[in-house]
C-alpha cells in the first residue's frame, strides 16, 4: 500500500514539472542539436509560444563578438512565433556554459522574419503545427 502511494505522489509529481524534449534537427555541420519542450507551447491566437533548447559539440561555439569568450555547452530559449506571418522574437534566453556558469537575457520586442531552411525554421515549423495547451 505505502509504495503505490509513494509511486501515485511521484508521478503526479513528476508529471507536473516535467519537460518534454523532443529532437527537431542537427545543423548541417553536426555542431549543434536543437530541441522543443512540447509540454511548454501556449497559443494566444496566431502567436505560438514554446521553449527551445540548443546543445552544442564541446569547443564548437562560442558566441558571437570579440574574443575572448567561453564555450557555450547548450542555450535556452523561450520564442514567440506569429506562425501567419512566419517571423519570430526571442523572449528570454539562458546561455549554459562549458565552465558551469550560465547568463540569462530578457526579452526582445522586434519581430523578425524567420530564414527558411534554417534550424530556427524547423522550430517554428514544429511549434506551428503542434496543438498548444
Keep these: 500500500m505505502?509504495?503505490?502511494?509513494?509511486?501515485?505522489?511521484?508521478?503526479?509529481?513528476?508529471?507536473?514539472?516535467?519537460?518534454?524534449?523532443?529532437?527537431?534537427?542537427?545543423?548541417?555541420?553536426?555542431?549543434?542539436?536543437?530541441y522543443v519542450d512540447v509540454t511548454s507551447v501556449r497559443s494566444a491566437g496566431v502567436i505560438h509560444r514554446a521553449w527551445e533548447k540548443t546543445v552544442y559539440k564541446p569547443h564548437s561555439y562560442n558566441g558571437e563578438g570579440a574574443p575572448p569568450r567561453k564555450w557555450w555547452h547548450d542555450s535556452v530559449n523561450l520564442f514567440a512565433f506569429n506562425c501567419n506571418e512566419e517571423t519570430v522574437r526571442s523572449e528570454s534566453i539562458t546561455v549554459y556554459y562549458e565552465d558551469g556558469t550560465h547568463e540569462t537575457e530578457s526579452a526582445t520586442t522586434v519581430w523578425e522574419p524567420v530564414p527558411p531552411d534554417t534550424m530556427l525554421s524547423a522550430v517554428m515549423q514544429v511549434v506551428c503545427a503542434l496543438k498548444p495547451k
Design 2 to 34: 505505502h509504495k503505490t502511494i509513494l509511486l501515485v505522489l511521484l508521478l503526479a509529481c513528476g508529471t507536473a514539472q516535467a519537460s518534454q524534449w523532443v529532437f527537431v534537427l542537427k545543423s548541417a555541420d553536426g555542431k549543434q542539436n536543437s
